[in-house]
């Protein structure tokens, strides 16, 4: 069955720090689809990135990366030299091919305070 | 820019009241989805639809019913409204495919009394 993981409850850390959440799934598809979102103080769910299950290349955005294995079965996110605005909850979610007219499968997010 | 618009925003009901949250895209999405979020819970799938007149369940379907007559809206109704239903409700539409990212709306927050 399909499942998404974000074993970090909670992570605290000053600002300038670098920071991974970790998220790992389970499906048993061969083609899948893996999300992160970030829903700030203010509540809404914001979009991040997008990786396929074909395309194990790193990603870099700035501050943000994105390791994707499909051999451990992660796809972890790093935010290099943290700010107070980064302070928010991050969703891991996974979509299957199978199932592309069904919606997406959340982890149950990891709280990041950045603390000035 | 509308996007996912959603109404109420906030929303106070008593034990075994009925009441509808409306969700609208202005995108044309065939795809749209009802989620609540509980603390320490993640988001979880109520009810979706992958088109105009077809909607199905979701993990957490119980108490909840849908419509989808337009590809425009899918409003989410409570039938006798319970505590257990508290909770923070999102609406969200995306296109065909797999991997097209959710577009939320800003959230409906309700409390059941």
């Known amino acids: 069955a399909q499942k998404v993981t974000q074993a970090q409850t909670e992570i605290s850390v000053v600002e300038k720090e670098d920071v991974t959440l970790d998220c790992v799934y389970e499906?048993?598809?061969?083609?899948?689809?893996l999300f992160w979102y970030k829903q700030p103080p203010s509540g809404e769910l914001v979009f991040l990135i997008r990786r396929n299950s074909f395309d194990e290349q790193n990603e870099i955005s700035g501050r943000y990366s994105w390791n994707f294995q499909k051999s451990t079965s992660s796809f972890n996110f790093t935010i290099t030299a943290s700010q107070v605005v980064d302070s928010a909850v991050y969703f891991c979610a996974l979509s299957e091919a199978y199932q592309a007219g069904t919606a997406l499968i959340f982890g149950k997010g990891t709280t990041l305070s950045v603390s000035s | 820019n509308a996007g996912v618009t959603q109404t109420p925003k906030f929303q106070v009901l008593k034990t075994g009241q009925s009441m509808t949250l409306q969700c609208a895209q202005d995108m044309n999405h065939e795809y749209m989805s009802w989620y609540r979020q509980d603390p320490g819970m993640g988001l979880r799938l109520i009810h979706y639809?992958?088109?105009?007149?077809?909607?199905d369940q979701g993990e957490v379907p119980n108490g909840y019913n849908v419509s989808r007559s337009t590809t425009e809206d899918f409003p989410l109704r409570l039938l006798s409204a319970a505590p257990s239903q508290t909770s923070v409700y999102f609406c969200a539409s995306r296109n065909r495919g797999g991997n097209q990212p959710q577009h939320f709306g800003d959230g409906t927050r309700l409390s059941i009394l």
């Open positions: 639809s992958v088109g105009a007149g077809i909607t």
């Open positions: 499906t048993r598809d061969t083609t899948y689809y």
